[in-house]
């Protein structure tokens, strides 16, 4: 599992919220991603991070914000919760040091927005 | 954009048949193409990556291919068992750091 854990795994929230949540990594991995997994869509990248406050658009980035204050934590935040953003959220890294190589997940976490 | 397809979108299978999983992309300017398994509820088990240089990569029961000037990319399980039941995902990187992009997966059932 390439040490990535995700935090919360679960969060039920309301419309209007700000939401964060937490990847973290024990392995000094330089690049880092938030996906959503939504049926019909697939995975689709939110943000990414190619190092310590280091960080970019994928191609879902409306309504998320990122940071990354140390290597090991990349924090996906919901500035305003709105029902669209309810799904499941992955966090992943390059093993490596480079962004080509092969790219491993957390577990997720399942949220709900009402 | 990149487009990644996947077909079938779901397949049922009796158990010990060998079976072939498509994908296909619309951009050939990839640098590597990755198979995953998802399991329900869970996250994405990286299966196979397969540099663009490369034709094929093989692990255990897997093989997956790759024609990078047809954009296309196949994963072949040999002698499917039970445990093999899952969606499988496929993904292609692009030029930059900017993640993958991937297709819907295939949803794999194997019948005892």
């Known amino acids: 599992d390439a040490g990535i854990t995700q935090s919360p795994r679960h969060k039920v929230t309301e419309t209007g919220t700000p939401v964060t949540l937490r990847c973290h990594q024990t392995?000094?991995?330089?690049?880092m991603y938030w996906y959503r997994q939504d049926p019909g869509h697939g995975l689709r990248l939110i943000h990414y991070?190619?190092?310590?406050?280091?960080?970019d658009k994928g191609e879902v980035s409306d309504g998320y914000s990122v940071s990354r204050s140390k290597t090991e934590d990349f924090l996906l935040t919901l500035e305003s919760a709105t029902s669209s953003q309810t799904s499941v959220y992955f966090c992943?890294?390059?093993?490596?040091?480079?962004?080509?190589?092969?790219?491993?997940f957390g577990p997720g976490t399942r949220l709900l927005v009402l | 954009k990149q487009e990644v397809t996947q077909i079938p979108a779901a397949l049922s299978v009796p158990e010990g048949e060998n079976l072939v999983l498509n994908c296909s992309f619309t951009?050939?300017?990839?640098?590597?193409l990755q198979w995953f398994r998802q399991d329900p509820g869970k996250g994405l088990t990286s299966l196979l990556l397969?540099?663009?240089?490369?034709r094929e990569q093989t692990s255990g029961r897997l093989n997956a291919s790759l024609d990078k000037s047809s954009g296309r990319s196949t994963l072949y399980i040999a002698a499917s068992q039970p445990g093999d039941s899952a969606t499988y995902l496929c993904?292609?990187?692009?030029?930059?750091?900017?993640?993958?992009?991937f297709g819907k997966g295939t949803h794999l059932i194997i019948q005892p």
């Open positions: 992943a890294i390059s093993a490596g040091g480079w962004y080509q190589e092969t790219q491993y």
């Open positions: 392995e000094n991995h330089r690049y």
């Open positions: 991070s190619y190092g310590v406050k280091d960080t």
């Open positions: 951009d050939s300017a990839i640098y590597n």
């Open positions: 397969i540099q663009s240089s490369q």
């Open positions: 993904a292609v990187s692009g030029g930059g750091a900017d993640g993958l992009t």
